[in-house]
């Protein structure tokens, strides 16, 4: 079990009394360390509006940030989670037809779904939580005008390993 | 009429002495669990379980939480909710070898922000030398 | 059942009679020589010679069969002895015709006899007359060969039955071939013999009874069986069947008895034991297992899982199930069957993990379920649970297990309620919340009582399972009698709701424990807990210990004559009710008089 097991129960909690809207837990492990997510975009630049991030949280959690990542993956239709409310049910009918996940594309996602953001590297502290992490990244995407990969894509995903290092990049322009 | 009070079988609940009324969070900010309860790496609360009272900032944590955070060099001293630079209230606790390793702690990373200060200048310095 | 009588009743097949034929005279005599009126005459010479004639007829020995078919007497059915008289002589008469014949007679009659012999009437002479005889061929002396001829005459042995049996009856037995028939016959009256004799003797399932039927059977069946059928086969040699057969019917008793010889364990034990013993016998299958199960199922449904009967019943029965059927089965595989439609219906009673809580705890006499606090104190001398893959000693699972069948688990029985739980923590917050109230009212010697009992619900749920509990203990460790002090988060179900303020004076005296505290305690300080503090007052020269509640409202008298009702519930920030209810006990000891809604010292 986690040294800090309360906390990470208490966030467990709050995600499911309170769910994030458009955001959806797709599973997670009995130890609350590993998590999927499903995260559904509004911007009208992207043709798939679902994507699914990864996200584990290391023995230092919350000293240090969850590391996180988006994957490919087949969807199924209709899967369980905990988005809607009584207000605004699941609308089955524009439950889309996308079958599968891919890497959103992003200035900051690098193609094999690794992420570079501030707030899972240096400005990370333990007052954020991982709610902040997955409003942050919908934000990101969703004020996204930039369709490209990062520059660097190519030689980055060759040497990567399973998740992004801290010292794995060089911050890109924060202006996107 | 008489009356004495001869013997009490008193029951009390103990509280830390924040010394501010005005406290708006009572939870660590870093493990969630209130001032009164143990930090994770804790068996019992109280004595063995101290609090580290913010002093600029106000933020209270549990001190082997905040010690956790500010072992990191990423947390290069701030404090983790404000971001500002942490240092906390002396006159709140007894010294102990854990206080001792927090002070030891903090002037680190103090060191290293003067550190990277003057390196910056340093630096500046050496553009305006070499614009000459 | 269409019988070749009937056959001929539709379909007449020719008989002597109906040939045509020159010897019509010879014919005639002949059938009137054959015609039965016993005993058979010697014929004459002029039939002799009919005889011969009549037996070259084409066909004669078909014709002959037909005729003796249609005219077969009607042997009817009396007493045993009569009847078979009667055969006796019928049969001596055809065989007698036979003689003469050259032929041999049996094929036709023989088959007659066989369908008399069918006869329920005469099956049921054949019965009764064994069931009443038939622990009585023991004192003959046995004729073995089955072709025993008795000797002409001679009638020099003992016992009127074996005489009878064995001289006239067999004899006649064995000259119509019914051997099997009659085999079949006594072995199921000795079944129902046997059958009688358990029904009759061993319902008690607080005794032992294998050792004394065995000797019954040993002694007074198996010796008549023996000499009875030896003489119809002589290699018969069936005492391990006929013991398997009596055991299977004990089995069957105790097995009907299943449900009521649970209720009376511990009574019941010697049942229990011998069904244990009977089920591992060698010819012993599974289906004996199969039914056993079945049958106690359907009695827990009818019986057992209803509202009418209160949850510690329910427990208490669970425990003897677990006894009784570790007796009948140890390897656990029947009670693991057996339990679980109990284990799903008492997940949903509200209050049981109450009453296991205190169960398990209760040391006291008025613990009906002191056989759980009895299995918890031995949870120290309890083994190590060995690893199935660590364990020498391990052998395959029998193979009507259940496919989820965990051996371990079964057998311990504190480990068995558990575990119909899906976690501990129903049961460790139960604990916590009864030994905080232990805590909080305790006595001196109360303190290391609760830590024993505390370290053996450890040994059973785990040391690292009780985080509250530990800091509850540690806080009581820390406090004195006169004040106890304690981490309130972790006492948050046992302190409650504030009902009132402490009055001034109480406040100051306290604010000494608080001075105190802080002394020792660097930046922490303490907040009385009024509902869970008491104080010893005395008023007008008596000792009175009360809660602070009581002590508050009778300061508010010292310096004062007279208080009313509504100065009490402002100043002190009670109900109405409560502060009414703290007067009227002060009023009862005297120390106040009511006079109306004021309260005045009465001194």
Known sequence: MHPFHKRLLKEFKSLNKNPLPSIKILSNNENLTNFDFEIEITNGLYDDKLYKLVVVITKEYPVSPPKAKFVVGTREAGESGSTGTSENPIDVSSDTMQSSYKIPIHPHIYSNGHICLNLLGDDWTPACTIESILISLQSMINNNTDMTRPPDDNRYIKYAGEFASKDGFVYHDDSV | ?132 | MISTDIINSIFPRDTLNDIETDLENDLALFLEWISFKPPLMDPSPRIRVAIKNVVNINNFNGYLHNSINNNFPDITITTIDETMMNIKQVYQFYSDIGKFLGLDISPIINYKFQILLEKPQFQHLLITYFDDNLLQFDDCLSPVSPKFNPPAGDKGLKGDTGDTFFYQYLPIFNQLNVGDNIMKIVVSVLIKKIKEYILNNCVNYELFFIDSINQWIKTMIYPNFKILLRSIDANFNYLSEILTISHNEFISLRINQIFDMVKAYPQSEPGLIELNKCLNFKNESHNQRDRLVSIFLDKIDSELLNSGINTINLIKMYIKIIKSFLIIDAKGVLLDKVIRPLRAYLKHRDDIIQKLVIGLIDDSSSNELIALNIELSKSEKRKLKIDEFSDLNWVPDPIDALPDFKNFKIKDIIESLISIFDSKEIFINEFTKFFGNKLINRSDNDISKILKLINLLKLRFGKNEFFNLDIMIQDILNSSPQLTVLSHLYWSDIIPESTGSVHEELNKEFAHFNKNFQKKSFNRYLKMIPELSKVTLKVNGKNYQVDMHHASVIMMFKDKEEVGLDEVVRELNMNEYNAGNVLKFWVEEGVLLKLGGVYVTND
């Open chain 2, 1 to 132: 009429m008489k009356v004495e009070i001869v013997d009490w079988q008193a029951v009390a609940s103990w509280h830390w002495d924040l010394k501010d009324d005005s406290i708006t969070d009572e939870l660590c900010g870093i493990c969630r669990v209130a001032f009164d309860g143990t930090c994770p790496n804790c068996k019992y609360p109280g004595n063995e379980c101290p609090l580290i009272l913010g002093a600029g900032c106000q933020h209270n944590f549990h001190l082997h939480c905040i010690l956790q955070w500010l072992e990191q060099d990423t947390s290069k001293g701030l404090c983790p909710m404000c971001r500002q630079v942490f240092e906390f209230r002396k006159d709140f606790n007894t010294v102990t070898k854990d206080i001792n390793s927090l002070l030891m702690l903090i002037d680190g990373h103090k060191s290293m922000r003067d550190r990277e200060v003057d390196e910056e200048f340093d630096s500046f310095d050496d553009d305006l030398r070499m614009n000459d």
